[in-house]
């Protein structure tokens, strides 16, 4: 059986088993790209939320489809292929409210 490695999700050097980077100077490289994308996705998302004819008549979605697929080539490219994104449970395990339904108790 091999052993199992936990890579730094930045760097990709070794890191413990509970963590998911080895320093604390990867874990702000990981967070500080996640804001620079976020911040080029969050107008175009909330067009596409809150100004549907507008977005959908210039193509919001797929804009916001190419940027997903344009950084994930930079990842395989850059980063050796490792996510640059959160576990998904993890960040609905941070916000339970993102799974209730508006108006039930």
Request: charged share 35%; glycine share 6%; net charge positive.
């Amino acid at each position: 059986m091999k052993k199992r490695v936990h890579a730094c999700l930045e760097c990709g050097e070794q890191r413990s088993a509970k963590g998911e980077f080895c320093s604390t100077d990867c874990r702000t490289a990981f967070n500080n790209r996640r804001k620079a994308r976020g911040a080029e996705l969050h107008d175009l998302y909330m067009a596409h939320r809150f100004d549907r004819a507008n977005a959908q008549a210039l193509g919001v979605l797929q804009a916001m489809n190419r940027l997903a697929s344009v950084w994930r080539e930079e990842d395989k490219a850059r980063r050796a292929g490792r996510r640059s994104w959160r576990a998904t449970r993890d960040v609905l395990a941070e916000r339970p409210y993102l799974r209730s339904i508006r108006g039930q108790a």
